[in-house]
């Protein structure tokens, strides 16, 4: 079956870096387009960036353009985002989804906190 697994979560100081990471397994992983999502406390699910399964350039939320960079290892099975230059408004629980035949998949996220 589908199974995404997020890691790289954690507590960084305004400015700051994470990566994340989300391990994909169950489906033909290069041939769907995978996505990174947010949600904070007491708001809803945004989408963060997408990625496509073809050379087509990535998707970005406004809020992360220009500071997130999302990317796709196929080999290992793997989406990424790297988060730079983060703010305290990007805390949030972070979800990578995959829609497979018309089904959506989400992993169990991985928190990001941003504090002083």
């Known amino acids: 079956q589908v199974q995404l697994v997020e890691s790289g979560g954690g507590l960084v100081q305004p400015g700051g870096s994470l990566r994340l990471s989300c391990a994909a397994s169950g489906f033909t992983f290069s041939s769907y387009a995978m996505s990174w999502y947010r949600q904070a406390p007491g708001k809803e699910r945004e989408l963060v960036a997408v990625i496509g399964s073809g050379f087509g350039s990535p998707t970005y939320g406004d809020s992360v353009k220009g500071r997130f960079t999302i990317s796709r290892d196929n080999a290992k099975n793997t989406v990424y985002l790297q988060m730079n230059s983060l703010k305290l408004e990007d805390t949030a629980v972070y979800y990578c989804?995959?829609?497979?035949?018309?089904?959506?998949?989400w992993g169990q996220g991985t928190q990001v906190t941003v504090s002083s």
């Open positions: 989804k995959v829609a497979v035949r018309f089904a959506s998949y």
